[in-house]
């Protein structure tokens, strides 16, 4: 499984200064122009509020499942864990556009 960040990086935010929806912003401030934030999502709908947290705290869950993987990789023993661990690595190479 690849370390490489294709996505923007994070940490995410909700913007709520809209009045036709919610924007994700993510920060640029690895990249060399003079825009320090973009917009990663927009949000619409009658769960915008959930919604939008879930995919701002994207970045944060995609470590910690991988932190979670690494762990379970040394340690899982008993099939419902190594089951655990095949579920994380499957929700990660979901999220990455990755090979399992």
Known sequence: MSNQTKHTPGPWTVDENYTDGLRI????????HDAVEEVVAKV?????????RLIAAAP??????KLAIAFFE???????E????DAMI???????GGDR
């Open 25 to 32: 912003r993510g920060n640029l401030s690895h990249r060399k």
């Open 44 to 52: 619409y709908g009658p769960r915008e509020n959930p919604d939008a």
């Open 60 to 65: 944060e869950l995609l470590e910690a499942l």
């Open 74 to 80: 040394r340690h899982a023993k008993t099939p419902a």
């Open 82 to 85: 190594i089951k655990t661990r």
């Open 90 to 96: 499957d929700a990660v190479a979901k999220a990455t």
